[in-house]
């Protein structure tokens, strides 16, 4: 999916949706960083897409929570 994509569908969520996706990130990162660690990674790319994805995520979350406060 392409970053414009991505971040449109993000800005399209409620608060409750923006964590879970987060912590379904983080989730994959860390296995992504496990795998890497014993050697079972083939896309290491993978590993600086789902960090961006993570920083997008964060960005629309804070942006939301602002203007609601």
């Not at 923006?18 to 993978?46: G, I, P």
Request: hydrophobic share 35%; charged share 30%; net charge positive.
């Amino acid at each position: 999916m392409k970053s414009k994509d991505f971040t449109n569908n993000l800005k399209g969520m409620s608060v409750e949706e923006l964590t879970d996706e987060l912590t379904a990130a983080k989730k994959e990162l860390f296995n992504l960083r496990f795998q890497n660690a014993t050697n079972q990674l083939d896309n290491t790319s993978r590993i600086k897409e789902v960090r961006r994805n993570i920083a997008r995520i964060q960005t629309v979350l804070n942006e939301t929570q602002r203007a609601q406060a």
